[in-house]
């Protein structure tokens, strides 16, 4: 099988159950961490998939690698950090009930508890040690996303290291992923930042929302204008359509219709699946397919981790007719 590995913070999620924090109760855990989510995804789609992170020596910490594990990702590159907690982030999700603070109904808030974890830790060392390092050199793909250079310099400058290094044919993806809430007002920094790994990525995706806050435009055109150098640019827009450019060819491909639980990790569940398709080297239209079906999956549950049909059924409705497909 392809092999893949994907590097950045894991963090335990306490997803509440509805209605605003003050009055929610009872929370789910679950895992997350958008690399984590990436990984979970590749791994269910037969790539052989690593995960290189690091937890805190905690329960959470235990948790995150023991469900990476049991979804079939190998964790033997996660470093258990006796310094720094794991990091942990409160998923708030809206009632509708119009109660002051409550958010519409499927709308969510994300609330990280995070600063100084294990996973802001992240460095350049962290890619170094023979077990990491063997992963890389053999990956075809490596994925990471705009989240880890927001953490920390260190973790900053481990995306760095990662982008630079001696390719020799394996493939870098990269996912915007832009959280305003990491930089702060480190606004033209992010822009600089996230620009320079969407230019040096051979696979990048980006949300048109997000490319708009950041870049400044989120029209697929204009974007493409100013990234030429990704050989795939992947464009989701707020209409739930995929636009792929691959090298001088664009292809759309519209979201599945159907009735969302709860968005976060949908982006992820998304590259994951077109990820993966594009390592068992199917065409561009069928991996938009891969990528909206596995973002169905996180779209109909709540936790972040898309739990996905098994992949022949994958593979079935990748297959549909466009008619079909509508
Ligand atoms: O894409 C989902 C992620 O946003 C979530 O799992 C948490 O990694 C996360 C982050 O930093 O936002």
Redesign the pocket.
Known sequence: PPRAVTVG?G?A?LVARSGPLEQSAVFDRGA???EA?VALVLAQLGVSTAWVSRVGDDGFGRYLVAQLAAGGVDVGAVTVDPDHPTGL?VKERGSGSGAPHDLPAHASR?HYYRAGSAGSALSPADLAPRIAAGLLDRADLVHFTG?TPALSASANELTRTLIALPRRGRLVSFDL?Y?PA?WGSRVDAAADELAAHVRGADVALLGADEAAEIFGTGDPAALRALFPEPAQLIIKNDKHTVLAFDGDTAVEVPALALEITER??A??AFAGGYLAALLHGVDPRTRLRYGHLCAAAALTATG?AAKLPPAQEIRRLAALTDREWA
């Open positions: 913070e963090l999620v997350g961490g958008a989510n982030y994300m989240i992923n959280r990491l976060i990790g982006g992820d972040d």
